[in-house]
């Protein structure tokens, strides 16, 4: 497998991704090159993303140490834009006419990724002088999903359907309001306050941080309580959408119900985000490996792991944009965070081989077309919509160091 014109043109995508300060972006950052799409706006979990492959590729080249400036400064433009109340935009912009919030009213806010962005700058820099300024940010922003988005159960949830992350997953869209404890968020969750607790060791502040930690601590409690199936040995997201417990109504109170959630088994490609988490046991691992994420019929394809279950009514292979499609097709970023949860609990033989798959996915598409696509066609590895998508697929560099034997730039957790 030849890589050195990949690994030129990941080069290429690292560099273009630093953006000197623009528009109302006061502090220089790392942003997103896609074509056409996403002129001037920064986003949530992308830019986070972007982060680590942009680390990943100057490392490999030697100019990390001119990283720590975009770094610092897209963690500072979004904290530019925190509320009062501590919540901030999934997306931001440079300027009103790229303002998504005024064009797409919706409710949702920034995902939980903040703290371990601010984590993983951290632990390559070891530049920790700035925390004392910005924790009280991180803090706001934290207590805002635990005093707006926790359920009673323990778990978050999302406010509505709109730009979750995993733009069509079943599991949120199209479902009511204030309905889905998302597996995918509760473990991004889990490791914001783990990352809340370690930068408040960084601090020297003892008591934040083990309270950050007994939260964490609660939160996988949640998660393995509601969100684990015995059944399948596998952990879906929840249903939260029920009728408050009413005595009055004579048919329910001789019964309520004494659950908080009901499961939902659909099997999503982040059913397996609680690997790269850290939340379950060894035993649990194995059959969430073994039972599910290999089953060929349903995740384990040629091209990596498909984003829906095969097995799944709604699974389908279409090009889409607004929402882009997770039904089915195969996406850099969730290979990738597979196969840190594969490496994670000593799967080698299988992150080596998703390594693989996504490596060769690029290679062909780059040799093809000279460019990369959103997402791909889980069988044949042909690019199903978005010619020219450069963001996060960067993060193949960190794949190939592994397979190559180099250093490997890790997110925090």
């Keep these: 497998m030849e890589l050195n014109a990949l690994k030129e ?3 290429e995508i690292g560099k273009s991704l630093l953006s000197p300060p623009w528009g109302s972006f006061l502090h220089p950052s790392i942003v997103v090159r896609c074509g056409r799409c996403y002129p001037g706006q920064m986003w949530d979990w992308g830019n986070w993303a972007n982060n ?33 109340d501590g919540s901030i935009d999934i997306v931001i912009a440079s300027s009103p006419e790229f303002d998504l919030s005024k064009s797409h009213p919706h409710r949702n ?12 700058i951290c632990k390559y820099t070891e530049a920790t002088e700035w925390l004392g300024g910005i924790y009280p940010k991180l803090e706001k922003f934290v207590e805002y999903y635990e005093n707006n988005a926790k359920h009673e159960s323990g778990l978050y949830y999302f406010f509505d359907d709109f730009a979750i992350g995993v733009d069509n997953d079943p599991c949120t869209f199209y479902r009511p309001d204030n309905s889905s404890a998302s597996i995918y968020l509760n473990s991004l969750m889990y490791v914001e306050l783990g990352a809340m607790s370690h930068l408040a060791e960084l601090i020297g502040n003892a008591e934040k941080r083990e309270y950050y930690a007994m939260k964490r601590a609660e939160l996988k409690a949640a998660i393995n309580e509601h969100c684990y199936d015995e059944k399948d040995g596998m952990y879906y997201s ?33 059913c397996f985000l609680p690997l790269w988490a850290g939340i379950p046991t060894k035993e649990q691992a194995e059959r969430m490996v073994r039972e599910n994420l290999l089953d060929e019929k349903a995740f384990w394809a040629p091209y990596g792991v498909r984003t829906l279950s095969k097995y799944e009514k709604m699974y389908r292979i279409v090009g889409t944009c607004n929402p882009s499609s997770w039904q089915g097709g195969v996406w850099i970023l969730s290979n990738y965070f597979v196969f840190e949860g594969l490496r994670r609990y000593g799967y080698e033989r299988e992150a080596k081989e998703l390594a693989e798959k996504t490596v060769e996915l690029l290679r062909l598409d780059y040799e093809k077309n000279a460019a990369f696509h959103e997402y791909y066609h889980p069988e044949d590895g042909s690019g199903v919509f978005h010619k020219g998508f450069t963001s996060w697929n960067a993060i193949a560099a960190n794949m190939i160091a592994y397979l190559e034997g180099g250093e490997v730039i890790k997110e925090w957790k």
């Design 9 to 11: 043109y990941l080069s």
């Design 52 to 84: 680590i492959a942009v680390r990943q590729i100057a490392t490999d080249e030697g100019w990390q140490e001119e990283l720590f400036e975009y770094e610092r400064g897209s963690v500072d433009n979004f904290l530019a834009e925190q509320r009062e």
């Design 109 to 120: 806010v920034h995902k939980p990724v903040l703290a371990q962005h601010v984590a993983f």
């Design 238 to 270: 929840c249903d939260i959408n029920l009728r408050p417990i009413d005595y009055s109504v004579l048919l329910h109170s001789g019964a309520p119900r004494h659950y908080s959630t009901l499961i939902q088994r659909i099997g999503v490609w982040s």
